[in-house]
């Protein structure tokens, strides 16, 4: 019981982790980014390589973030920049972006199932009243914590989440202000990229590394928003803790229907709360 | 003929109405006036359904269609003359006027196609505030003052019981001004007709009754001389009000 | 052109695609070209009744094939419970589980709009998907369901490739027939009315709500029809027929085609389909090289093929 409660738990920090860079490309620039599931995928399997040549899970979980977010800065400039404005026209570019990431991957990697051996470390399992568990699904909540912490941090406190936060707000007085909002956003879907790939890495020993991995995230992290609240940080917290939990116990009581009951969420925060629980209102044409 | 009762809408910390009681009598003209900021815009989203009072009633008819849909409001004889316009820009004039008359049929007749006894009534109505001439024209095309003949024409083509006129000569160079007030005093007197407006020349062309809104309040109300004459009015308004 | 005129055209372009088999068969890949052809019509189908909902009424679903799946399991299984391989019985099973389907979806669908729209088709694209993958028994998982059976009627019977050619055919040109006659009418109409101002639509006294709650559903039951005929062209239903990515082939068609007329859907099917059939027997990129044309297009011709046409048509007359 307390297994499936920290299964649910560490599923929930994988799930914030994992949509907080979604919610953060869709507060910023209004653009639900539908090749995060690809970047995800990216991160897993660029960590993969990174471990099969240097046996370096931590050099993958460091290489992977630069590598896809750099991916991410220059996807923006080079694509997203001229149908600024066009808000679905951008998210169309973003799933042709996913078909291609997909199909590349599955071209240069094969597409067996794969996976990533846990990191020398965190492969052992610790006694938690009375059953042993697995030490690295911790280390996964811990990473989740850390990470809103510091997100948090960021937000609050550095002249980073000052412009992140008014930015959110209204992006377009920020331009007139004389921020330079191309740089911004660029740095924005760099950021929400890199984050998708650490996601990726993270999840990759649990989870494992094979095609098809990119259309999961994705549908996971659109509920999580979806549920927690578009465009914010506490929503991806609260979806994350939410979906994450109800996911886990849900196919373990009942298995037939934890898809009905994740989906039984999402419509009834939908109806109640068309902007998610914690989600601001966004006029998205 | 519609009415509300101590109507009360909040945003937030804001009070945009502060008990806003109103009777406009069947086939009066009633012109709302005030500054910016008194509540107008938000009484006429509550009166057409898109917006709903924290407090307070609506009457259309003596029904109470309080919280009511916009599309029931609309079936129920109230049509509405948007301030920025709500046209369907792409398609033609004629077009965007079949659209309206349709409405009262309903749009599931999936082999119907308009009669030709809609497309005279879509021309007629067209010819009536002056748009004869560019039925064909894409809505995008025409110029301002067109535009706003044919926001207007889409409200008529609902041969509605109640008018909202939200600002109809908002933007209009003086031609078009006077134009559109003729062609609002020409309207049917069974018509009820709320209007709201800046122009004083044109309220005081229309209305039968004023009414003036301030802070969420209705400030003062009366026939044109009475409201001209009153003092608060002209206390608030500092010299706004023809003297 | 006047209508007769128009007319004729019709009939006659209808009558040479139902016959291709016929007069292609001296071809040297008379089969390979009927099987591609086929299955091009297919696609054709769902992306045709996609843009009744993202052309007509401005509803940008990423979730169709739900529909077009439900057609294809519909059709499949009440033929194999029930032992009976009609063909009116097959494509009302196909209509009726897509069209409830659409309707339980769209019900909770239509109240988003925009972007939350497009996520929650997703989503519940997703969730068929996943119903459809453990429900084993019932679709057989993974594995799918082999052996359809292809219809008859009236004691004709489907089975051959040349007459199950000229069955999707037919339906095509059936499908093509029933969109032409929605959108130039009075329903067709109110869509479009609805894509262009929905307040305005509100305020004449339209229910929007219902009116897109229709609009899903014929959308989806024509969807239906195409997945009937995708299981019989295969003999075999599988979660393909369902998910996201059969979604995304379908939006994409629609796209590359061109939003808001007939031709527009079925040029897009063709196209991508000769790109995930026929080019890879060239290079192997195929998906590589659709999502980059999709992002050319979405970037620089957003009107599609039909646009780009319709531009330089009006270039050449001026």
């Known amino acids: ?285 | ?243 | 052109m006047n209508r007769f005129a128009l007319a004729a055209l019709t009939v006659a372009a209808a009558a040479v695609l139902i016959t291709f088999p016929l007069w292609s068969s001296g071809w040297e890949s008379s089969r390979y070209a009927t099987t591609i052809l086929r299955d091009m019509l297919v696609l054709a189908i769902l992306a045709l009744s996609l843009d009744l909902l993202v052309g007509s009424a401005g509803l940008p679903s990423l979730g169709h094939a739900a529909f077009f799946g439900a057609g294809a399991y519909g059709a499949a299984i009440v033929a194999q419970r029930l032992g009976n391989d009609d063909l009116l019985l097959g494509l009302g099973a196909a209509v009726g589980a897509s069209a409830l389907l659409a309707l339980v979806i769209g019900l909770f669908a239509v109240r988003a709009a925009g972007i939350f729209f497009l996520m929650l088709t997703l989503a519940f694209a997703q969730m068929v998907f996943a119903v459809a993958f453990q429900a084993v028994d019932l679709t057989g998982g993974s594995n799918g369901l082999a052996g359809v059976h292809r219809p008859q009627l009236l004691g004709l019977d489907f089975n051959g490739p040349d007459a199950l050619f000229e069955l999707v055919a037919s339906l095509f040109v059936l499908v093509v027939l029933i969109l032409w006659r929605v959108r130039s009418s009075t329903y067709g109409r109110a869509l479009v009315g609805l894509r262009e101002n929905e307040r305005r639509m509100r305020a004449l006294g339209y229910d929007t709500t219902r009116l897109k709650l229709s609009a899903f559903v014929v959308a989806g039951a024509l969807a239906g029809i195409g997945g009937a005929l995708s299981g019989w062209s295969l003999r075999f239903v599988s979660t393909n027929d369902v998910g996201i990515p059969r979604s995304i082939e379908a939006f994409v068609s629609v796209l590359i085609g061109g939003t808001g007329s007939l031709l527009g859907p079925a040029i897009g099917a063709v196209v991508v389909l000769y790109v995930e059939r026929v080019l890879p027997s060239s290079i192997p990129f195929a998906e590589t090289v659709l999502g980059l044309m999709f992002i050319v297009f979405v970037a620089l011709a957003r009107q599609g093929i039909v646009g780009l046409g319709r531009a330089a048509y009006r270039r050449v007359r001026a």
């Open chain 1, 1 to 285: 019981m307390v297994q499936q409660a920290l299964n649910g738990i560490s599923f929930g920090a994988l799930l914030f982790i994992l949509a907080a860079g979604l919610s953060l490309i869709f507060g910023m620039m209004d653009v639900v980014n539908l090749a995060h599931g690809g970047f995800y995928m990216l991160g897993a399997y660029v960590a993969l390589t990174v471990v099969q040549r240097t046996g370096q899970f931590w050099l993958g979980l460091l290489l992977a973030p630069l590598l896809v977010g750099a991916l991410g800065l220059a996807i923006e400039p080079l694509l997203l920049r001229r149908l600024r404005g066009r808000h679905l026209d951008q998210v169309l570019l973003t799933i042709g972006i996913s078909l291609v990431i997909g199909d590349l991957i599955g071209l240069v990697a094969g597409r067996e199932i794969r996976s990533l051996p846990f990191p020398a470390g965190l492969d052992h399992s610790v006694p938690i009243m009375g059953g042993d568990y697995p030490v690295y699904r911790l280390f996964v909540i811990a990473f989740g914590i850390a990470l809103a912490v510091l997100f948090a941090f960021v937000h609050r406190r550095s002249r980073i989440g000052a412009l992140i936060r008014a930015g959110v707000d209204d992006a377009p007085m920020l331009a007139a202000l004389g921020v330079d909002i191309d740089r911004l956003f660029a740095t924005t879907f760099g950021v929400g990229a890199a984050l998708a790939a650490v996601a990726g890495v993270i999840a990759a020993p649990v989870f494992g590394v094979f095609p098809g991995m990119d259309v999961d995230a994705l549908i996971y992290s659109l509920i999580v928003v979806v549920v927690g609240g578009l465009g914010t940080l506490s929503g991806a917290i609260a979806g994350g803790a939410l979906v994450g939990p109800a996911d886990t116990f849900g196919k373990v009581l009942f298995p037939q229907f934890a898809l009905a009951l994740i989906f039984a969420i999402v419509a009834f925060v939908l109806l109640l709360r068309p902007t998610g629980l914690l989600g601001r209102v966004r006029i998205a044409r």
């Open chain 2, 1 to 243: 003929m519609i009415e509300t009762c101590d109507l009360r809408r909040t945003f937030g910390g804001v009070t945009a109405l502060d008990g806003v009681s109103l009777r406009v009598d069947a086939g009066e003209r009633r012109a709302i006036i005030g500054p910016n900021g008194a509540g107008k815009t938000t009484l006429f989203n509550i009166l057409t359904g898109e917006l709903e009072p924290t407090s307070g009633a609506v009457l259309l008819g003596g029904d109470d269609v309080t919280r009511r849909p916009p599309y029931e409001l609309a079936r129920r004889g109230l049509a509405r003359m948007y301030q920025r316009n709500e046209l369907f820009e792409t398609l033609s004039a004629e077009d965007n006027v079949l659209l309206a008359l349709g409405a009262a049929r309903g749009p599931y007749r999936p082999l119907g196609s308009p009669t030709a006894a809609e497309r005279a009534s879509a021309w007629e109505i067209l010819e009536s505030v002056g748009l004869g001439a560019r039925e064909s024209a894409p809505a995008r095309s025409l110029s301002h003052g067109e535009r706003r003949q044919l926001e207007l024409a889409l409200a008529l083509a609902q041969r509605p019981r109640v008018l909202l006129l939200d600002e109809p000569t908002a933007g209009m160079s003086p031609g078009e001004t006077a134009r559109i007030t003729e062609l609002i005093a020409g309207l049917e007197r069974s018509l009820t007709i709320v209007i709201v407006e800046h122009d004083m020349d044109v309220v005081f062309r229309l209305a039968d009754r004023i009414s003036v809104l301030h802070e969420g309040r209705v400030l003062a109300e009366g026939t044109p001389d009475a409201v001209r004459g009153d003092r608060v009015v002209n206390e608030v308004y500092l010299g706004k009000v023809v003297a």
